[in-house]
C-alpha cells in the first residue's frame, strides 16, 4: 500500500479522519432525516462509519476526493 | 515604433512618460476615500454569516434557507478582505489602520482563508499573473467556465500541491511564519468545529451552513475573479496580463470582475471605482494596447 507521497502521510491521514469524524455522522443523520435504513441491517452510525471510512482511505489512496 | 513612443493622441504620438503621467492623474482622481461599503460589507456580511448558526440551530431558519444564504455569504466574503489586502481602506501607519487589518482578517474566516496567507499569495498573482509557475492562482485556467471550475477543484485537492502552498514555499515574506500558524489554527478550529457539530446531531446543519457552500463559494470566486479576468491566461505584462470583458451574468453577479485591467493597473483603487474609472481610462488603455474584450 502507499499514499501519494511518503513523505506527505499525515496530510493522507486527514481524509480518514474527515470520513470518519464529519462524513460519518452526517451519512447517519442524512439517511435519519430521509427515514431510510442502512443495508445489511446496520444501524445508521455503523454504515455511516463504514462509507466514511472507506472514502477517507480511497480518498488518501488516491491523494484526492473527486 | 520606438518603446518611447508608443500612444497616439489627435495623431500626436505620446511617449511612455506621458501616458504614464496620464493614467497616474485619472488614477489618483479615484484613489484615497475610505471605502466605508467595503467596511460595512466586510463586517456586515461576517454577523450575518454568524447569525445564521443560532437562527438555524433554534429552527427559526429552515435549512434550505440557511444554505442559500450561507452560500451567499461565503461567495461575497472575499472581495473585501482583498480590499485590505491592498491597503485600500487604510495604509499603514493611518489612524483607521487596526479597521483595514480587522476587516481583512474577518471577512474570510467563513471562507477559510487567512488574512496574511491571501495577501502573500496575492501579492505573487500581482507580480507574476498567468505565469504557470509563479502565478498562484494558474491552476484556474481552462478553455471553458466549466473546464476551469473543474481544474479549480482538482488545484485545491490536498494531495495536489497547488498554487498556494507553492506560493507560500516560494515566499521570503516576514510575515509567513505568523501567517502559516493562522491558517493552521483556523484549519483546526474549522474541523474541530465541523466535527463537534457532527457528533452532538448538526452534521447536516454544519455541512449546508460552512462546509458545502464554502466548497461551492470557492469555485464560484475562481470562476469570476481568476478565471474570467485573466482568460485565456496566456499574456504577461502590466497591460496583457487581464482584460476588461464583457460577464453574461453582469457586473453585480461577477462581482465587479469586468473591470480587473483597471485593478493591476491601479490596485489601490477602491472595487467600487474601478468601473467609472474605467471609463474614463479606457482611451489609454486601447493606446497602450490593453485587452479589451468589451463591445461598448
Redesign the interface.
Known amino acids: 500500500m502507499k499514499f501519494v507521497h511518503s513523505s506527505k502521510v499525515p496530510t493522507a491521514a486527514g481524509p480518514v479522519l474527515f470520513g470518519v469524524a464529519f462524513l460519518a455522522p452526517l451519512i447517519a443523520q442524512s439517511l435519519e432525516a430521509a427515514s431510510l435504513s442502512a443495508p445489511f441491517g446496520l444501524r445508521p452510525l455503523s454504515f455511516g462509519l463504514a462509507v466514511g471510512l472507506g472514502l477517507g482511505v480511497v480518498a488518501a489512496l488516491r491523494g484526492r476526493w473527486v | 515604433m520606438s518603446a518611447a513612443a508608443i500612444g497616439t493622441e489627435a495623431g500626436r504620438v505620446r511617449s511612455e512618460r506621458e501616458l504614464k503621467r496620464a493614467e497616474a492623474e485619472i488614477a489618483r482622481k479615484y484613489m484615497g476615500r475610505v471605502p466605508w461599503e467595503m467596511v460595512a460589507w466586510g463586517l456586515g456580511n461576517f454577523v450575518l454569516w454568524l447569525s445564521i448558526w443560532p437562527l438555524t440551530l433554534a429552527g427559526v431558519l429552515p435549512l434550505w434557507a440557511a444554505f442559500a444564504l450561507a452560500t451567499f455569504c461565503i461567495t461575497v466574503c472575499y472581495l473585501p478582505s482583498h480590499e485590505a489586502q491592498h491597503s485600500i481602506i487604510a495604509t499603514e501607519g493611518s489612524p483607521l489602520r487596526w479597521l483595514n487589518e480587522l476587516v481583512g482578517h474577518v471577512s474570510t474566516i467563513p471562507l477559510l482563508l487567512p488574512y496574511r496567507i491571501a495577501w502573500i499569495t496575492h501579492k505573487q498573482h500581482h507580480a507574476n499573473a498567468n505565469d504557470p509557475e509563479l502565478d498562484p492562482d494558474y491552476g484556474n485556467k481552462g478553455d471553458t467556465w466549466w473546464q476551469a471550475a473543474w481544474n479549480g ?2 488545484a485545491r ?4 500541491g497547488d498554487g498556494y502552498r507553492n506560493a507560500l514555499a516560494r515566499s521570503r515574506d516576514p510575515n509567513l511564519g505568523k501567517a502559516i500558524r493562522e491558517g493552521s489554527l483556523l484549519s483546526l478550529a474549522y ?1 474541530a468545529i ?2 463537534t457539530l ?2 452532538s ?1 448538526f ?2 446543519e ?2 449546508l451552513i460552512w ?1 458545502l457552500p464554502r466548497h461551492i463559494a470557492m469555485t464560484y470566486i475562481q470562476i469570476f475573479l481568476s478565471w474570467a479576468p485573466h482568460h485565456p491566461m496566456e499574456e504577461k505584462g502590466r497591460y496583457r496580463d487581464t482584460r476588461a470583458w464583457r460577464s453574461p451574468v453582469g457586473t453585480i453577479l461577477s462581482m465587479g470582475m469586468e473591470y480587473h485591467v483597471v485593478h493591476h493597473l491601479f490596485p489601490r483603487i477602491p472595487l467600487f471605482q474601478t468601473g467609472p474609472a474605467y471609463r474614463e481610462i479606457r482611451g489609454l488603455l486601447d493606446e497602450r494596447g490593453c485587452r479589451n474584450d468589451r463591445p461598448d
Open positions: 477543484i482538482q485537492q490536498f494531495g495536489a474541523y465541523l466535527t457532527a457528533w446531531g452534521a447536516i454544519a455541512a462546509w
